[in-house]
């Protein structure tokens, strides 16, 4: 057996497949092969294929073509045909929008001749045969061409029911005008909802085959558009990036198409202009509109050191950028990759529809024949006998089964993308429904991340924009996060001399004339400024709090406490309540002290903390949780979180944490709010429930039927305006998943 090193895996586009039966004999023909793993999708037409080492991927070609269908192996990427996918499946839809049109002019006058007595003028019946041959024969050619290579290769699959019941419909026609009293001049033939007992040598069934051909061309060409509208998200994804950039080579601008970006090149990025690739700012401030790409509605501020995402806007002023990733190592590719793989991959919902479809055929058409057999044998007139048949073999078609899953997978996991949350694959959906234990990791998920001066207190007389102006200028110069946090509250631009670093205390230096020191109180006291009896209150109040305090004296004085915090996100409150109302229990998960995780669980409205817990133990207390029966999400951002992102049954990366951790997951959350991990959910429970509430109606509506029309209380005609109804209501319930808020 072939290791996980020795595999390799690609992804053939699969052509000729008109239903889900289609899909499974493919995959079964793949399935076979030695060492090969194989998921065909009906609704992306793609097939994801995992095969070993040796096996040259053209025999994967060759294996799909024994069954009858086409296959391609993905080309080359090439920039300059983006919109190639676009046109490829305009071309696609071209033909059977030409069918469709042909079948709807010529069925309508068949349909309403054969409904309407007033209609019905001498020799009317010659006129539908006329008009009703081209739409079974041309129009209907699809369905027999299909049924024909699935005849060949001994399966059955809804195609050939189609292609059954219209050929015989047309044939019994045939029969009728040529050998039985139907082509008699003055024939008349009323429409009735029930089937008249008679021989039937003196009826047609042209509008039967016309209009069943009609129907189930219009369920196949919407099907096909909203399989296009489905799939545009990820179309769009991988338009929203820039076509060219302007790098920076010898200090001269020259603008190259961004496939030619480097990691490591400068470009400029000016106002309104998007931003080639995820990088660093070396040069400029600006504001950065993100919002085509995490439905993030505010700018957000930027300067030199932050870090920037690919196809984002500049909103602001002229900036440089250094980039850090390119090609498909961006946060866009890595976005368009992981829709493209959740809409590929198959839930068991899925899997379960495709097996009852495989087998389904066959036993259709056996039943059609014991209907048939069963109203001969009981005298009832070959008419009724051939006309409940036909009105089983219509009625049975569950084009609306192999629907039902992949039409509201590619309508969620395209909304979720817009929505900026990105479902890893279809299985992730069911692990949603059974979660009832939300674990949060603490910094960057429920809090900011970074620290924030979040107070300052002045000793008695001193002035509060004089304490932040030289605190600030001195902090400026160290790269320590708390030292940053003082350095951006302030915005000071003092000049600092004699800056001096000393390691576990703090740091010194002379501003504007002022020996200023700002860091522990211990290294104040080693130059007597000791802190008045109020600031050392303050301060001891804020430690308590799980807060850092820092003081700051000059001149031989200690004048001012500083206090800096990791503080909470805005939402994060909000988002807590989203996800209690979901039926979750919200736990805290940190390596920070108890003081501070029970002061950030107080603040958001948490019940349940457990702190003080080291990287490598994440994933401990995950099992642990499980281990008590739960079914635990976890929701993190950090490298340290990986470990436990996997572990858990569902695991929910921020977009703005690590690479780590966003791989490990099952949902990544673009934006860094935790709102969107109750979104998350929402939307895969709803995805979920319309895929169950598509499987139900489609079984329901076959098993209903099936029995009326062997029952011979269904107009065949009836039957195939039904069946398509099914499909269309299909992919219309999985459409409005794309209203998701």
Same mark, same amino acid.
């Given at each position: 057996?072939?290791?996980?090193?020795?595999?390799?895996?690609?992804?053939?586009?699969?052509?000729?497949?008109?239903?889900?039966?289609?899909?499974?004999?493919?995959?079964?023909?793949?399935?076979?092969?030695?060492?090969?793993?194989?998921?065909?999708?009906?609704?992306?037409?793609?097939?994801?294929?995992?095969?070993?080492?040796?096996?040259?991927?053209?025999?994967?070609?060759?294996?799909?073509?024994?069954?009858?269908?086409?296959?391609?192996?993905?080309?080359?990427?090439?920039?300059?045909?983006?919109?190639?996918?676009?046109?490829?499946?305009?071309?696609?839809?071209? !033909?059977?929008?030409?069918?469709?049109?042909?079948?709807?002019?010529?069925?309508?006058?068949?349909?309403?001749?054969?409904?309407?007595?007033?209609?019905?003028?001498?020799? #009317?019946?010659?006129?539908?045969?006329?008009?009703?041959?081209?739409? *079974?024969?041309?129009?209907?050619?699809? /369905?027999?061409?299909?049924?024909?290579?699935?005849?060949?290769?001994?399966?059955?699959?809804?195609?050939?029911?189609?292609?059954?019941?219209?050929?015989?419909?047309?044939? #019994?026609?045939?029969?009728?005008? /040529?050998?039985?009293?139907?082509?008699?001049?003055?024939?008349?033939?009323?429409?009735?909802?029930?089937?008249?007992?008679?021989?039937?040598?003196?009826?047609?069934?042209?509008?039967?085959?016309?209009?069943?051909?009609? /129907?189930?061309?219009?369920?196949?060409?919407?099907?096909?558009? @909203?399989?296009?509208?489905?799939?545009?998200?990820?179309?769009?994804?991988?338009?929203?990036?820039?076509?060219?950039?302007?790098?920076?080579?010898?200090?001269?601008?020259?603008?190259?198409?961004?496939?030619?970006?480097?990691?490591?090149?400068?470009?400029?990025?000016?106002?309104?202009?998007? &931003?080639?690739?995820?990088?660093?700012?070396?040069?400029?401030?600006? =504001?950065?509109?993100?919002?085509?790409?995490?439905?993030?509605?505010? !700018?957000?501020?930027?300067? !030199?050191?932050?870090?920037?995402? +690919?196809?984002?806007?500049? =909103?602001?002023?002229?900036?440089?950028?250094?980039?850090?990733?390119?090609?498909?190592?961006?946060?866009?590719?890595?976005?368009?990759?992981?829709?493209?793989?959740?809409?590929?991959?198959?839930?068991?919902?899925?899997?379960?529809?495709?097996?009852?479809?495989? &087998?389904?055929?066959?036993?259709?058409? $056996?039943?059609?024949?014991?209907?048939?057999?069963?109203?001969?044998?009981?005298?009832?007139? *070959?008419?009724?006998?051939?006309?409940?048949?036909?009105?089983?073999?219509? &009625?049975?078609?569950?084009?609306?089964?192999?629907?039902?899953?992949?039409? $509201?997978?590619?309508?969620?996991?395209?909304?979720?993308?817009?929505?900026?949350?990105?479902?890893?694959?279809?299985?992730?959906?069911?692990?949603?429904? %059974?979660?009832?234990?939300?674990?949060?990791?603490?910094?960057?998920?429920?809090?900011?991340?970074?620290?924030?001066?979040?107070?300052?207190?002045?000793?008695?007389?001193?002035?509060?924009?004089?304490?932040?102006?030289?605190?600030?200028?001195?902090?400026?110069?160290?790269?320590?996060?708390?030292?940053?946090?003082?350095?951006?509250?302030?915005?000071?631009?003092?000049?600092?001399?004699?800056?001096?670093?000393?390691?576990?205390?703090?740091?010194?230096?002379?501003?504007? +004339?002022?020996?200023?020191?700002?860091?522990?109180?211990?290294?104040?006291?080693?130059?007597?400024?000791?802190?008045?009896?109020?600031?050392?209150?303050?301060?001891?109040?804020?430690?308590?709090?799980?807060?850092?305090?820092?003081?700051?004296?000059?001149?031989?004085?200690?004048?001012?406490?500083?206090?800096?915090?990791?503080?909470? %996100? !805005?939402?994060? %409150?909000?988002?807590?309540?989203?996800?209690?109302?979901?039926?979750?229990?919200?736990?805290?998960?940190?390596?920070?002290?108890?003081?501070?995780? %029970?002061?950030?669980?107080?603040?958001?409205?948490?019940?349940?903390?457990?702190?003080?817990?080291?990287?490598?133990?994440?994933?401990?207390?995950?099992?642990?949780?499980?281990?008590?029966?739960?079914?635990?999400?976890?929701?993190?951002?950090?490298?340290?979180?990986?470990?436990?992102?996997?572990?858990?049954?569902?695991?929910?990366?921020?977009?703005?944490?690590?690479?780590?951790?966003?791989?490990? @997951?099952?949902?990544?959350?673009?934006?860094?709010?935790?709102?969107? =991990?109750?979104?998350?959910?929402?939307?895969?429970?709803?995805?979920?429930?319309?895929?169950?509430?598509?499987?139900?109606?489609?079984?329901?509506?076959?098993?209903?039927?099936?029995?009326?029309?062997?029952?011979?209380?269904?107009?065949?005609? &009836?039957?195939?305006?039904?069946?398509?109804?099914? @499909?269309?209501?299909?992919?219309?319930?999985?459409?409005?998943?794309?209203?998701?808020?």
């Amino acid at each position: 057996m072939s290791s996980i090193t020795d595999e390799r895996s690609v992804e053939l586009s699969i052509g000729g497949m008109t239903c889900a039966s289609c899909a499974n004999r493919i995959e079964r023909k793949l399935n076979k092969l030695d060492g090969v793993t194989a998921t065909v999708n009906y609704a992306t037409e793609k097939a994801k294929v995992t095969f070993p080492e040796g096996l040259d991927p053209q025999d994967l070609v060759a294996e799909v073509e024994k069954a009858g269908y086409t296959a391609k192996l993905p080309a080359p990427p090439r920039p300059e045909t983006t919109a190639a996918p676009d046109a490829e499946q305009e071309d696609e839809l071209r !033909p059977l929008r030409h069918r469709l049109v042909t079948s709807v002019v010529l069925a309508v006058p068949v349909v309403m001749m054969a409904m309407i007595p007033a209609l019905q003028f001498t020799n #009317w019946q010659w006129l539908s045969l006329t008009l009703a041959a081209p739409v *079974v024969v041309y129009a209907g050619w699809p /369905f027999h061409r299909a049924a024909w290579t699935n005849l060949r290769h001994g399966a059955a699959t809804m195609d050939t029911l189609i292609s059954l019941g219209t050929i015989a419909a047309l044939a #019994w026609s045939l029969w009728a005008l /040529f050998f039985g009293t139907a082509g008699t001049p003055g024939m008349t033939h009323p429409f009735e909802f029930t089937i008249e007992r008679s021989d039937g040598s003196g009826n047609i069934y042209l509008e039967t085959a016309a209009a069943v051909t009609a /129907f189930i061309l219009a369920g196949r060409y919407f099907e096909a558009r @909203s399989k296009r509208r489905a799939g545009a998200a990820l179309r769009a994804l991988l338009e929203l990036g820039a076509k060219d950039v302007a790098v920076l080579r010898g200090g001269a601008e020259v603008r190259v198409p961004t496939d030619q970006l480097k990691v490591g090149d400068r470009f400029v990025v000016r106002p309104g202009e998007k &931003i080639a690739t995820d990088g660093v700012i070396e040069e400029g401030n600006s =504001a950065v509109d993100a919002s085509m790409l995490t439905g993030e509605s505010v !700018p957000v501020e930027v300067r !030199p050191g932050d870090g920037v995402t +690919g196809a984002t806007v500049n =909103a602001g002023g002229r900036l440089v950028v250094r980039a850090t990733r390119v090609g498909s190592d961006t946060q866009l590719a890595q976005m368009a990759k992981l829709v493209e793989e959740a809409q590929t991959g198959k839930a068991q919902v899925q899997r379960l529809a495709d097996r009852i479809s495989g &087998i389904f055929v066959p036993i259709v058409i $056996a039943l059609a024949i014991g209907t048939l057999g069963f109203w001969l044998g009981t005298g009832q007139g *070959v008419a009724a006998a051939f006309t409940a048949a036909v009105a089983v073999l219509i &009625i049975a078609c569950p084009c609306a089964l192999g629907l039902a899953t992949p039409t $509201a997978l590619l309508v969620g996991t395209g909304r979720g993308a817009q929505l900026g949350i990105l479902i890893k694959g279809p299985e992730v959906l069911e692990s949603t429904r %059974k979660i009832d234990t939300v674990v949060l990791d603490k910094t960057g998920t429920v809090t900011e991340g970074r620290m924030t001066l979040v107070g300052v207190h002045v000793a008695e007389g001193e002035d509060r924009d004089q304490v932040l102006r030289l605190a600030g200028a001195l902090e400026h110069a160290s790269e320590h996060p708390i030292a940053q946090a003082i350095a951006r509250a302030a915005a000071s631009t003092a000049s600092v001399e004699d800056f001096t670093n000393i390691e576990g205390l703090g740091v010194q230096g002379i501003v504007e +004339g002022h020996a200023v020191l700002v860091g522990r109180p211990r290294l104040l006291e080693e130059w007597s400024q000791h802190l008045p009896v109020e600031l050392e209150r303050k301060l001891q109040d804020e430690q308590a709090a799980g807060r850092t305090a820092v003081a700051v004296g000059w001149d031989g004085e200690a004048r001012a406490v500083l206090v800096v915090a990791d503080v909470v %996100k !805005p939402t994060s %409150k909000e988002a807590i309540t989203q996800l209690r109302a979901l039926g979750l229990t919200p736990v805290l998960l940190t390596g920070d002290n108890e003081a501070v995780a %029970k002061a950030v669980a107080g603040e958001v409205g948490i019940d349940e903390v457990i702190a003080e817990v080291l990287p490598a133990d994440k994933v401990e207390v995950v099992k642990r949780l499980q281990g008590e029966g739960r079914a635990v999400a976890m929701v993190g951002d950090g490298v340290n979180d990986a470990a436990a992102l996997a572990q858990a049954d569902l695991g929910l990366a921020m977009g703005t944490g690590t690479d780590a951790a966003i791989q490990a @997951s099952d949902l990544t959350l673009v934006r860094g709010d935790l709102r969107v =991990a109750a979104d998350a959910i929402r939307l895969s429970r709803r995805t979920l429930g319309t895929i169950k509430g598509n499987l139900f109606w489609a079984f329901a509506y076959n098993v209903a039927a099936l029995p009326l029309a062997a029952a011979g209380l269904l107009n065949p005609m &009836i039957a195939g305006a039904a069946m398509a109804f099914s @499909s269309v209501f299909v992919v219309s319930n999985s459409l409005r998943l794309r209203r998701f808020n």
